[in-house]
């Protein structure tokens, strides 16, 4: 598979995920909107390593890890000196940042603090709202490619 292909195959998932979330709102599951929007996140970083670093993404859910990996590449330098990216950078990390909290809090160490793990509307709405605005915004980094609705086996 052509490192094309797989960066589409990234992208299918992250809109996949998108997608899935307005299913989610209809049904009022705030704790797996904010989840997928995270996944979404992450699907798109995936996408965004593999073109930029030709190589397979790290099995890692730690958004901020690839962006970092991402940014400092040579294949992005002269995107990560551009003003169009450094306007919103530290934004960006910041968000990945609080995204990574409720990934984090599926993991056995949030059992003490299980009441935390449910968000209400607004955080997940807000937290929908700002993913899908990164994830559109990274991809103006990035190759223009034709994105199927579903994945196909």
């Known amino acids: 598979m052509k490192t094309i292909e797989k ?3 990234w992208l299918m998932l ?7 979330i307005d299913t989610l709102i209809a049904g009022k599951r705030w704790v797996y909107v904010t989840y997928l929007s995270q996944q979404a996140i992450e699907r798109q970083l995936k996408g965004m390593y593999v073109y930029y670093m030709d190589a397979e993404a790290p099995k890692t859910h730690n958004v901020t890890f690839l962006f970092n990996k991402i940014i400092k590449s040579p294949a992005f330098e002269s995107i990560a000196k551009s003003p169009e990216f ?39 709405l807000d937290l929908y ?7 559109y915004w990274l991809r103006t980094f990035q ?11």
Do not use: H, W
Request: overall charge negative.
């Open 86 to 124: 450094q306007e919103r950078r530290d934004e960006c990390e910041d968000f990945l940042v609080d995204a990574m909290f409720y990934y984090m809090s599926d993991y056995p160490f949030s059992y003490k603090n299980i009441t935390s793990r449910f968000v209400g509307e607004s955080v997940a």
């Open 129 to 135: 709202a700002k993913s899908k605005d990164f994830v």
């Open 14 to 20: 992250s809109n996949y995920d998108l997608e899935t």
């Open 143 to 153: 190759p223009q490619v034709e994105i199927p609705a579903e994945p196909t086996t």
């Open 7 to 9: 960066y589409t195959y």
